[in-house]
């Protein structure tokens, strides 16, 4: 079955930190390189960033130092740290494989993350 459970979001202020975790079924992980993506009201859904299975990363440059990505393979689980949030980081946050694609793959339900000033 294929199942992807994102949670963890919320609301806080500019400045604080929330961690999301992303339970995704093995059809969907194993192997694969996984990401994190979000999106922003009124926008596109964009990536945010993804991890290798063997641990290698990558950030947009608008979270890099700020977000950290990292996965469980034991736990098929995906988290993203997010330190110093901003008003501009509030979206709805998916995870995903790279690569997967609106209205022809699985996407979750994602959490929603809102940072006020």
């Known amino acids: 079955q294929v199942q992807l459970v994102e949670s963890g979001g919320g609301l806080v202020q500019e400045g604080g930190s929330l961690r999301l975790s992303c339970a995704a079924s093995g059809s969907i992980f194993s192997s694969n390189t996984m990401a994190w993506y979000r999106q922003l009201p009124g926008k596109q859904r964009e990536l945010v960033a993804f991890i290798t299975s063997r641990g290698g990363t990558n950030y947009r440059d608008s979270v890099k130092g700020r977000f950290t990505i990292s996965r469980d393979n034991a736990k098929t689980t995906v988290y993203l740290q997010m330190n110093s949030l901003k008003p501009e980081d509030t979206a709805v946050y998916y995870c995903?494989?790279?690569?997967?694609?609106?209205?022809?793959?699985?996407w979750g339900q994602g959490t929603q993350v809102t940072a006020s000033s």
């Open positions: 995903n494989r790279l690569g997967a694609r609106e209205g022809y793959d699985y």
